[in-house]
């Protein structure tokens, strides 16, 4: 410890003799930290591999999980007191027809633009997209922005299937057994499998209809020996 300690340049202050509240927001943190990732992550690969993941928790602590203290408000909350005067969609536009003007300028030149002009004006669709410069963290500290919604789940197409009926009455589906019945030990049935359900036909009859149990991907689509 000494040692990392000198490498780092970091500097070790030791609280005052029985004063416990002194570091307790310090230990709420790691509680919290301990309680919500550590105990149920697991190893990590490196100490690179470590500081991420503990980076993603510590920005979502900040600006997406509630806090008592706080009246179940995330901190990002407390600094965003007043309405930003244009969203951020608006300056990433700004961003990017700036970066299509190929305007040749140094980090010390000050730009002038009228949002509000650029905001009604009809704007050319934009050719490319550019990586995000901000990082995580400061991504985190940018005033009115928010997470972006998940991505729009599409349902996954039915896969029609065929299996020949055990002599017990049943038949595998991606690892899901389905019992038929003795009745029809030996038919070949048709499955029809989609994200939810999996329904069996023979011939025209409906045999049953039951939910699946898991989500393992249909390797298999024709009946073994038929």
Known sequence: MPLGRRENG???RLTAPRTPTTTGKIERFHGSLRRELLDSHPPFNSLAHA?????????G?????PHQALDMTAPVDRFSTTAPEHSVGELALVLVLVLKTEIEFTADDPIDIDIDAVSESKITPILRTLPNPLTTRAAALLRGARP????THVPAAPVTVERIV???GSIMI?????????????AVVTA???EDTITVHHGP????????TNTTPVTRHRASNH
């Open 10 to 12: 970091i500097t070790h």
């Open 51 to 59: 500081q991420t993941v503990i980076d993603t928790w510590v920005t």
């Open 61 to 65: 602590c900040n600006t997406d999980r």
């Open 148 to 151: 972006a919604a998940p991505p």
């Open 166 to 168: 055990s002599s017990s």
């Open 174 to 186: 991606a690892r899901q057994r389905i019992q038929i019945g003795r009745n029809h030990a030996r």
């Open 192 to 194: 029809t499998v989609d």
């Open 205 to 212: 009859h409906l045999l049953i209809r039951t939910p699946r």
